[in-house]
């Protein structure tokens, strides 16, 4: 399975924005929904937002809703993580993640959904 690339994590204050991008190796996967996963030191790795193949629907886990925006652009490969007014809480390793599911109807939210995946990003949010 190919492994997908994450940048842009970080250390920021509490109140800060990030974006954080995903690159795949190429167009093969704009027919898959993509979701990004977080997992803090000691604790269960967890859905975080999801997107459909197309980008028309999107969702969002509970604790990240009206700060946490995913988006994707096709032509170039890319899905992107817009978080705003980032808390100490959502400091973890962000993952990039691609299912062979298209996400139309609904969107992927358990692990074993997702087949591809990143190495992973370091966000840390200080109080």
């Known amino acids: 399975q190919v492994q997908l690339v994450e940048a842009g994590g970080g250390l920021v204050q509490a109140g800060d924005s990030l974006r954080l991008s995903c690159s795949a190796p190429?167009?093969?996967?704009?027919?898959?929904?993509m979701g990004w996963f977080r997992q803090a030191p000691g604790k269960e790795r967890e859905f975080v937002v999801g997107i459909s193949w197309s980008g028309g629907n999107t969702y969002s886990a509970d604790s990240v809703k009206g700060r946490f925006t995913i988006s994707r652009d096709n032509a170039n490969f890319m899905v992107f993580l817009q978080m705003n007014n980032l808390k100490p809480e959502d400091t973890a390793v962000y993952y990039c993640a691609a299912s062979l599911a298209d996400g139309v109807y609904t969107i992927p939210t358990a692990i074993e959904e997702y087949y591809y995946w990143g190495q992973g990003t370091q966000v840390t949010v200080s109080s």
């Open positions: 190429d167009r093969t996967f704009n027919r898959y929904a």
